[in-house]
C-alpha cells in the first residue's frame, strides 16, 4: 500500500527556532511536495523536488528552504520559525515526469505546526 | 493568472439526499482537473481526474464530475451521501506552462446530518 509518512503530527515551536519537518514516501517516485494549509486558502504550494538534491520554488517559498539528499526523503526547514508559519504541513509524493501534472499525487497526513 | 475557485466554504446535506459542490476555474486551455477528499486527521485522497474525452468522470466512493467548458465548471456530484462522505473536498487544476505544479481551490466543508 502506497505510503507518505511525515515525522510528527503535531509540533509546537517558539519564535526564532530552527524547524525540521520530514517526510518519507515508500513508492520510489520522483517527485516530492510541501504545501501548506490555511482555512480559506485551500493549499498552497512551498518547494517541490523532482529528483535528489534538485528543487523548484512553489508559490509561497519566502521563509521556508528544503533538502532532499535521498529519494524517499524530503525535508522542510524553517530556518527562523515566526508566527505567521503557523499552520498545518503536508508532504505529497508523485510519480512519473518531473513536469507533468497527469499522475495522482499521494499526500501525507500532515504536521500541524504552532509557532508561540 | 490561474486559479480555482469553490463558492461553498460549508455545506450541509442529510444522509441520503444528492450532493453538488461547485468549482470554478480559469484557464485558457483544456485544463487537468482533480478533486481531492481530506477526511478528519487524515491526508487527501483522489477522487477523480479529468485530461480529456468523455465530459463526465466517474471517480471512487461513488462520486461523479462534470466539466463544462462553457462554464469553466468541474462540479463533483453524488446521488446519495453517506455520514462517512463528511469531510473537506478540495477541486484543483494543473498549473499552466508543464510545470507539474497542481493550483488547489479554497476548499469546501462536507457537513453530513443523520
Known amino acids: 500500500d502506497v505510503k507518505v509518512t511525515q515525522s510528527s503530527r503535531y509540533l509546537v515551536k517558539r519564535t526564532g527556532e530552527k524547524v525540521f519537518l520530514e517526510c518519507v514516501q515508500d513508492?520510489?517516485?520522483?517527485?516530492m511536495f510541501w504545501y501548506r494549509q490555511d482555512p480559506g486558502l485551500g493549499l498552497r504550494l512551498i518547494y517541490f523536488?523532482?529528483?535528489?538534491?534538485?528543487?523548484e520554488k512553489g508559490d509561497i517559498p519566502e521563509g521556508y528552504s528544503v533538502s532532499r539528499e535521498k529519494k524517499e526523503r524530503f525535508s522542510l526547514i524553517l530556518e527562523s520559525a515566526s508566527t505567521n508559519q503557523t499552520s498545518m504541513y503536508l508532504c505529497?509524493?508523485?510519480?512519473?515526469?518531473?513536469?507533468?501534472?497527469?499522475?495522482?499525487?499521494?499526500f501525507g497526513p500532515g504536521t500541524r505546526l504552532t509557532v508561540l | 493568472a490561474q486559479s480555482v475557485t469553490q463558492p461553498d466554504i460549508h455545506i450541509t446535506v442529510s444522509e441520503g439526499a444528492s450532493l453538488e459542490l461547485r468549482c470554478n476555474y480559469s484557464?485558457?486551455?483544456?485544463?487537468?482537473l482533480f478533486w481531492y477528499v481530506q477526511s478528519p486527521g487524515q491526508g487527501l485522497q483522489l477522487l477523480l481526474k479529468?485530461?480529456?474525452?468523455?465530459?463526465l468522470v466517474q471517480g471512487i466512493k461513488g462520486f461523479e464530475a462534470e466539466f463544462k467548458r462553457s462554464q469553466s465548471s468541474f462540479n463533483l456530484r453524488k446521488p446519495s451521501v453517506h455520514w462517512s462522505d463528511a469531510a473537506e473536498y478540495f477541486c484543483?487544476?494543473?498549473?499552466?506552462?508543464?510545470?507539474?505544479?497542481?493550483?488547489f481551490g479554497q476548499g469546501t466543508t462536507l457537513q453530513v446530518k443523520p
Open positions: 513508492m520510489d517516485h520522483e517527485n
Open positions: 523536488s523532482y529528483d535528489v538534491k534538485m528543487k
Open positions: 484543483a487544476v494543473a498549473a499552466s506552462g508543464n510545470t507539474g505544479k497542481l493550483i
Open positions: 505529497a509524493s508523485r510519480d512519473g515526469l518531473a513536469f507533468s501534472s497527469y499522475n495522482e499525487q499521494f
Open positions: 484557464y485558457g486551455a483544456t485544463p487537468y
Open positions: 479529468y485530461f480529456s474525452g468523455d465530459t
